[in-house]
């Protein structure tokens, strides 16, 4: 059994994403902490999405899609740069695109994987990209959500 979790600094579990890391404030990815990472896992990786884009974006939307982080890491900082292992968001943007929603509150989900491999992704893949790559190598996963309104 693992303890394999995703954490953050700047809010706790299902409450209020700081406003600084919203689309239209400094567009930047919260701190997240990674600990418990089981011992055989070759590399990390991290989406963010938002589940509650469903109703105004007929679609769950992407925010962060991130891979291939090294399995030593245990802080994930503010402005997290990882070379050729970021994703595009459904912006349009490779990287991070931070909390926007458009009616109201909603909640954003950051899911860690503990991965027994490295990804072999071209840089700017999706996240249906990644889900895919993913199938059948993930050790561990765990979930943060935060909650964001405009």
């Known amino acids: 059994m693992s303890s394999f979790t995703i954490r953050s600094p700047a809010f706790d579990d ?19 902490s990674l600990a418990g990472v089981p011992d055989d896992t070759e590399s990390l990786a991290v989406v963010m999405d938002d589940p509650d884009a469903l109703e105004p974006a ?10 291939n982080v ?3 890491v245990t802080t994930i900082p503010e402005e997290y740069d990882v070379a050729d292992g970021e994703g595009r968001n459904d912006f349009g943007e490779r990287g991070y695109g ?3 929603p458009p009616d109201g ?5 950051f899911v860690a994987y503990a991965l ?3 990804l072999s992704l071209q840089p700017g893949a999706t996240k249906d990209d990644l889900e895919s790559a993913i199938e059948g190598h993930v050790l561990a ?8 309104v405009p």
Do not use: S
């Open 70 to 72: 090294p399995p030593d």
């Open 116 to 118: 027994d491999t490295t």
């Open 14 to 32: 299902g409450a209020p994403i700081p406003e600084e890391y919203g689309y239209t404030e400094r567009n930047v990815n919260p701190p997240l």
């Open 105 to 109: 509150r909603h909640t954003y989900r």
């Open 58 to 67: 007929g679609k769950i939307w992407d925010h962060w899609v991130v891979w």
């Open 98 to 100: 931070g909390p926007n």
């Open 141 to 148: 996963e765990d979930m943060l959500e935060g909650t964001y």
